[in-house]
C-alpha cells in the first residue's frame, strides 16, 4: 500500500508503527525514522543502531552529533563514519567536540583524519598538543594518513612537539611507548622514510633485527636527530643508550 500510495502513505503506515505496542513493528519505524522524525527521540532510546543505520542513508548535518555519538557502539560505528564522511567540512565541529570525550575520542580523531578539511586539520593539531598523551598519539596517527596536507605552520608544531617528546623520553616508565610516539612524528615531519617498521623492528627482542633497525636509521634519520637522540635526554636511560649507541 505503502509504494502504490506514494510518500504521504508511508509516513502514515510507520508513523503508526511508531505509536504500536508491537516491539518488531517499532523496529520497522526505527528503519524509516528520517521520514517520521517525531518519533525520533524514542525510537532512537529503543534501537540505536537501526535509527543511526536509516539517518545514515542520507546524512544531514543536524544529526552529525547523533553520528559522532554513535562512534562509540562498534554496531553502528561503520554507518555513523560514512555518514560523517560524507558530511565532510560540516561535521568537524562535533567531531572536535567529541574529542573531550573518553568514549568517543579516539574514533573521532581517527575520522577527522579521513576529513579532507582545514578544520579538520587544524583540529589534530590542536590535540597534538593535548596533555592527554592518549589524545596526541591519535591525533598524530590520524594526521599520518595524509601527512602531505599539513602546512608549513602545523609542521613547526609538530616539530615542536617532537621536540618536548624527545625531552621527556629520557625520564619515561614505558620507553617503548615513548619512542613509538617519538618515530610517529618523526614520521609526520618526513613522511618518506618507513620509521613505522622501523620502529618495530628496533623493539624486537631479536638483536639481529635491532642492529638492522639501527642501520636503517643511520640511513635515514637526519643528523640533528639522530645526535639530539644520543647526546640529549635519551642517553640518561639504559635502554636509550643500548638502542642508539651506534
Known amino acids: 500500500a505503502a509504494r502504490r500510495d506514494g510518500p504521504d502513505a508511508v509516513r502514515r503506515h510507520l508513523d503508526a ?11 520497522a519505524a526505527a528503519g524509516g525514522v528520517a521520514l517520521v522524525e517525531d518519533h525520533l527521540e524514542p525510537l532512537s532510546k529503543e534501537f540505536p543502531v537501526e535509527v543511526v543505520e536509516a539517518l545514515a542513508r542520507r546524512p544531514s548535518a543536524k544529526h552529525a552529533a547523533r553520528f559522532v555519538q ?6 553502528a560505528f561503520t554507518a555513523a563514519r560514512d555518514a560523517l564522511l560524507r558530511l565532510g567540512p560540516e561535521a568537524v565541529s562535533p567531531l572536535v567536540a567529541a574529542a573531550d570525550d573518553p568514549e568517543t575520542s579516539g574514533p573521532a580523531l581517527d575520522v577527522l583524519g579521513e576529513i579532507d578539511a582545514a578544520g579538520s586539520r ?8 593535548r596533555e592527554d598523551v592518549q589524545v596526541r598519539y591519535r591525533a598524530a596517527r590520524a594526521l599520518a594518513r595524509h601527512p602531505e596536507r599539513i602546512e608549513e605552520e602545523g609542521l613547526a608544531l609538530v616539530r615542536r612537539r617532537l ?3 624527545l625531552d621527556e623520553a629520557g625520564k619515561s616508565a614505558e620507553p617503548e ?3 613509538e610516539r617519538i618515530f610517529l612524528f618523526l614520521s609526520l615531519l618526513d613522511p618518506g622514510p618507513p620509521f613505522r617498521k622501523i620502529c ?13 633497525a639501527i642501520e636503517l636509521l643511520d640511513e635515514t634519520l ?3 636527530w639522530r645526535t639530539r637522540g644520543v647526546a640529549g635526554s635519551w642517553s640518561g636511560s639504559g635502554y636509550w643508550g643500548s638502542a642508539w649507541a651506534w
Open 222 to 224: 637526519p643528523a640533528e
Open 122 to 129: 587544524r583540529a589534530l593539531l590542536a590535540a597534538v598538543e
Open 200 to 212: 618495530l623492528t628496533l623493539l624486537s627482542g631479536e638483536p639481529a633485527q635491532r642492529a638492522l
Open 17 to 27: 508503527w511508531a505509536r504500536s505496542e508491537d516491539p518488531e513493528l517499532r523496529r
Open 70 to 75: 554513535a562512534l562509540g557502539d562498534e554496531r
Open 163 to 165: 621536540e618536548k617528546e
Open 177 to 179: 611507548w615513548a619512542l
